[in-house]
């Protein structure tokens, strides 16, 4: 069974940092291009960024360039998600999914290109 579990979320000032962290059990990440999204109330999953499997390479969504390092762990085994200068709009739950083709960068926003997710991890940013 394939489980994805996000973790590392909770409140942070804003111009802060966070670091997420993404574990999984029943796959190897390195199979698997590697995608974080979030999502708001009332508002639709986005994606955050990802690393690609082919390339090894992170992409960021626009909102995310600058503030945001994704990195896969040397033994494969976990993936993070660093968030710096934190803003209000950061607020919502992280989730991390992944995709079995190798590249993810035309993909990034598309949700539906993920195939396992996992639970998230609630974000508050205080402002």
């Known amino acids: 069974e394939v489980q994805l579990q996000a973790s590392g979320g909770g409140l942070v000032q804003a111009g802060g940092s966070l670091r997420l962290s993404c574990a999984a059990s029943?796959?190897?990440?390195?199979?698997?291009?590697i995608g974080w999204f979030r999502q708001a109330p009332g508002k639709e999953r986005e994606g955050v960024a990802c690393i690609s499997k082919g390339d090894g390479k992170s992409y960021y969504n626009d909102f995310a360039k600058g503030r945001a390092t994704m990195t896969l762990d040397n033994d494969k085994k976990a993936v993070s998600l660093q968030l710096d200068n934190m803003r209000p709009e950061d607020a919502a739950e992280y989730y991390c999914?992944?995709?079995?083709?190798?590249?993810?960068?035309?993909?990034?926003?598309?949700?539906?290109?993920?195939?396992?997710w996992g639970q998230g991890t609630q974000v508050t940013v205080s402002s």
């Open positions: 029943g796959l190897n990440f390195a199979d698997y291009s």
């Open positions: 999914a992944v995709r079995q083709e190798p590249w993810c960068r035309l993909v990034i926003t598309k949700r539906t290109e993920y195939v396992y």
